[in-house]
């Protein structure tokens, strides 16, 4: 079955620490896996998408086809960085709308 | 700059009500979605719309119905809304292919 589990449901840490939030996967293909993040008060945006390969904010992700794992890392966490975030796997190859999304990670950064 | 649009952020409907929640996007894309959003649960795809009139189910469609008349908008619509329909509602669009999805700001319903 595809699935996305983010085990954390909070990580709290400190400004300048470093971040890592887990996602693992279940999928029988190829897949395609983004990162999204809510800020308070604003709407759900794109973050990064493996495919890119590229840092947005500071953040990267690699894809871990071995470990099935696309875990977001910062090495230094600002308190900007404070918001939810959620792991997806596109259901579809080439139609990228169709996510499935795991349960979300509060990250909060203390000043 | 993308711009999806939920006319509604706050509703509060009655256990058999038929509720509506429109959606509207501006930048010409084919594709929109409905999808749920709940603590502990993330977001569930409900509906996808890849042209006017057509739609396909997503991962819970049940107790659902949507409607895409026009391009640029996008209904979803509970025939008669129950309490475990009490939820943050989250509309998307995208253009076809891999392009990335552009959220709304959300409907969060309330059914007493």
């Known amino acids: 079955a595809q699935r996305v589990t983010q085990p954390e449901k909070l990580l709290s840490v400190f400004k300048g620490a470093p971040v890592e939030l887990k996602c693992n996967y279940s999928?029988?293909?190829?897949?395609?896996l983004f990162w999204y993040v809510q800020y308070s008060r604003q709407r759900l945006q794109l973050l990064l998408r493996?495919?890119s390969r590229e840092s947005i904010k500071g953040f990267t992700a690699d894809l871990n086809k071995g470990e099935t794992s696309f875990h977001l890392k910062k090495p230094f966490a600002q308190e900007e960085d404070s918001a939810m975030y959620y792991c997806a796997l596109s259901k579809s190859p080439g139609n990228t709308g169709k996510l499935i999304f795991g349960q979300g990670t509060t990250l909060q950064v203390k000043p | 700059d993308v711009k999806v649009t939920q006319s509604s952020r706050y509703l509060v409907k009655r256990t058999g009500e038929k509720v509506f929640l429109e959606c509207v996007q501006d930048?010409?894309?084919?594709?929109m979605f409905w999808y749920r959003q709940d603590p502990g649960l993330g977001l569930r795809l409900i509906y996808f719309?890849?042209?006017?009139?057509?739609?396909e189910k997503g991962d819970i469609p049940e107790g659902y119905s949507v409607s895409r008349e026009k391009k640029e908008r996008f209904s979803l619509i509970l025939e008669s809304a129950s309490t475990n329909q009490t939820s943050m509602y989250l509309c998307a669009s995208k253009t076809g292919g891999t392009g990335e999805l552009f959220f709304g700001e959300g409907s969060r319903l309330t059914v007493l």
């Open positions: 493996h495919i």
């Open positions: 930048m010409d894309h084919e594709n």
């Open positions: 719309s890849y042209d006017v009139k057509m739609k």
């Open positions: 999928y029988s293909g190829s897949p395609e």
